[in-house]
Every structure is written in structure tokens, then in C-alpha cells.
Nanobody, 120 residues
Framework: QIKVVESGGGLVQAGGSLRLSCVVS????????MGWHRQAPGKERELVAV???????NYGDSVKGRFTISRDGADNTIYLQMNTVKPEDTAVYYC??????????????WGQGTQVTVSP
């Protein structure tokens, strides 16, 4: 079964840093893109960052200049480096993998989420 697993969430003080990781258990040839969304209580789910197969990145406006998405080593693994975090970054962060290169429909797979809490 295809699985997407996030890790690295936790408690961090405002101004600090945190790094999230995500691994998808699939043939790397299937991956079109991987990335992160987040959802905070009372707020809409929003895009954080996406990294396409060719290396193109896209960031949500609220995290530009502070967060960096990257791939290091294995093509089925991504990271989200979160710097200068703010209390408003507190949310559940969800990793996704777009497997459109192998799947014709319902090609987006999601992890269970990892909680990030920023102390004010």
C-alpha cells in the first residue's frame, strides 16, 4: 500500500527553527510533485510549499522567505525547513505526494499530519 509519513513536528519557540520530513513509499518514477499543506483551528487549509519533479518550487505567501522545501537524497523524501517561526505558523502540517505519473485518477496521497506548535 502507498503510504505518506510525516515526522519532525513538535513545540518550538517563536523565532526558532524546525524541520519536517516526509517519506512516500512508492516507486519514485511515479512522483510528479510532493509538498505540504497546513490547517490551523478556525482557518482554511492552505498551501505551504510544493516541489515538482523538475525542481520547480511554489510557496504560500505567508511563508515566503522563511520556509524552504527541498529534496535531499532519495527522490521519495522531502523536507520543510521552517525558520523564524511565528505563532501563526501553529497548525497541523500535511504532506502530499502527487503520483499522476502512475495514477490516472485520485493520484494525490496524503499523510496523517504532524502538529507544529509555536510558543508566543
Amino acid at each position: 500500500q502507498i503510504k505518506v509519513v510525516e515526522s519532525g513536528g513538535g513545540l518550538v519557540q517563536a523565532g526558532g527553527s524546525l524541520r519536517l520530513s516526509c517519506v512516500v513509499s512508492v516507486d519514485t518514477l511515479c512522483i510528479s510533485a510532493m509538498g505540504w499543506h497546513r490547517q490551523a483551528p478556525g482557518k482554511e487549509r492552505e498551501l505551504v510549499a510544493v516541489l515538482a519533479r523538475g525542481g520547480t518550487t511554489n510557496y504560500g505567501d505567508s511563508v515566503k522567505g522563511r520556509f524552504t522545501i527541498s529534496r535531499d537524497g532519495a527522490d521519495n523524501t522531502i523536507y520543510l525547513q521552517m525558520n523564524t517561526v511565528k505563532p501563526e505558523d501553529t497548525a497541523v502540517y500535511y504532506c502530499f505526494a502527487d503520483l499522476a505519473r502512475c495514477m490516472s485518477r485520485e493520484s494525490d496521497y496524503w499523510g496523517q499530519g504532524t502538529q507544529v506548535t509555536v510558543s508566543p
